[in-house]
Each structure stands twice: as C-alpha cells, then as structure tokens.
C-alpha cells in the first residue's frame, strides 16, 4: 500500500506486507525488526505475528507519535 491509500484505509491494524511498500522493502525485513526489537514504528508482536497500528504508524510517520510502546 502506498502510504495514501493507508491514510484513506479503515483498518484498524496493519501488516508487514501494509507498510513494505511505503519504505521500499520486504515485507519479510519489517517482520525481522520486530522480532528482533530494531523496528523504529510502533507495533505489537503477536507470536510471530507483526500488527501495526495504522493511526500510530501515520502519527509516527507525521513525526507526531509521542507514545511510547
């Protein structure tokens, strides 16, 4: 997804495979971030699932998330 069409998304949480496009990369490297604890936006590590909060993701890129996870 380009990061307008998240803008104008409705989903409460997005995925790796979301966001990839919008920073130019595998899905499968925002996945590993997670885990690994290196990811710089919010998100919540399911098992091994990786959810992401789409308005603290959009605040996080507008530079307005001040929350910590």
């Given at each position: 997804m380009t990061l307008d069409e998240i803008r104008r998304s409705d989903?409460?949480?997005l995925i790796?495979?979301?966001v990839a496009e919008v920073f130019g990369c595998n899905p499968h490297a925002i996945?590993?971030?997670a885990?690994?604890?290196t990811l710089e936006f919010p998100y919540v590590q399911l098992g091994t699932r990786t959810k992401?909060?789409?308005e603290r993701f959009?605040?996080?890129m507008d530079g307005t998330d001040l929350q910590k996870e």
């Open positions: 989903k409460p949480y790796p495979t979301d996945r590993i971030a885990q690994n604890g992401i909060p789409r959009l605040a996080w």
